[in-house]
């Protein structure tokens, strides 16, 4: 058994727990079948508790625990404790009712990483935006929709951002696409800001940031923005996030991911330079 360290959120515990769960099932040569059964439900059930993408219930894990011959309350207590915590809010299901269902999981999920590396085609990442910036991105892409949505929306891209401040924050390493710099969302003022803020940004530790310029041509995420998040358990596989019309898609499957990582890695080799960065950003913002 093992446990998450102490600052990562119930997303990443309930995927810990999932997968210490899928190992004891597999070493007591148990089908999912069978111990879908044996907790009154199915199949697809048991995969779902195993990938941590639903709630667990504490009765259900005792159920498994002794199914699977955990049966000793010292060794069964580690993994309840980890139900409790699993089960715990996060702050971002406060604003359940202004966020997609489909977004939620990548809050928690950038909440419990250790590495986020993205890359961006059209838009400044949520997480380096000023508030400005923010609201127009958000403004843009729901237009008719209730001001108070909007700040709401604002307020939680603003929150996600308290990740890189952290005392245990993760490592982010971001390439934008000349094109999103270059792109005045919200007029010309609030995209000079931006960019200033980038400036700024680049000496946080933490923080890596290259640009994809346009005199590149074709590289090798031309199909689209992704970001790839990596977290401290080596339990946990690596996950590729896509964010599509109405929707998004999470991977988690190696093949995919390796496509993925072979990709990014291409993109920062072919990329501006970190150190050459900040005057290329300089160089935009002094043209608007």
Not at 22 to 43: D, M, N, P
Not at 72 to 99: C, H, I, K, M, T
Not at 179 to 185: C, D, G, N, Y
Not at 196 to 209: F, G, Q, R
């Amino acid at each position: 058994m093992t446990t998450p360290p102490a600052g990562n959120g119930p997303t990443v515990r309930r995927i810990l727990l999932g997968s210490q769960l899928r190992r004891l099932r597999e070493a007591k040569g148990v089908t999912r079948e069978q111990a879908g059964y044996h907790i009154r439900g199915s199949e697809s059930k048991i995969s779902r508790l195993e990938l941590g993408r639903v709630s667990f219930k504490e009765r259900d894990v005792e159920d498994l625990l002794t199914l699977y011959g955990v049966t000793d309350e010292v060794e069964r207590a580690p993994f309840l404790a980890l139900v409790r915590e699993a089960n715990q809010q996060g702050w971002w299901q406060s604003y359940s009712d202004v966020l997609p269902n489909w977004f939620q999981p990548y809050i928690g999920l950038e909440e419990s990483a250790t590495l986020i590396r993205s890359y961006e085609l059209q838009f400044i990442p949520g997480l380096l935006q000023t508030e400005d910036y923010a609201r127009a991105v958000i403004t843009q892409g729901n237009r008719g929709v209730a001001k108070d949505v909007i700040e709401a929306r604002v307020a939680v891209r603003m929150n996600r951002q308290k990740v890189l401040t952290r005392e245990n924050a993760p490592r982010l390493w971001v390439v934008i696409d000349e094109a999103a710099l270059r792109r005045p969302i919200g007029g010309a003022k609030t995209m000079k800001a931006q960019l200033e803020h980038l400036v700024e940004l680049m000496s946080t530790p933490s923080l890596t940031l290259q640009v994809m310029p346009f005199d590149f041509g074709g590289h090798s995420a031309e199909g689209g923005a992704f970001s790839i998040l990596r977290f401290p358990e080596s339990d946990i596989p690596d996950v590729v996030y896509i964010e599509v019309l109405g929707g998004a898609h999470y991977l988690d499957r190696r093949e995919d991911v390796d496509r993925y990582m072979e990709a990014m890695d291409r993109l920062c080799v072919d990329s501006t330079t970190p150190a050459r960065t900040a005057d290329v950003l300089r160089k935009i913002a002094s043209s608007l």
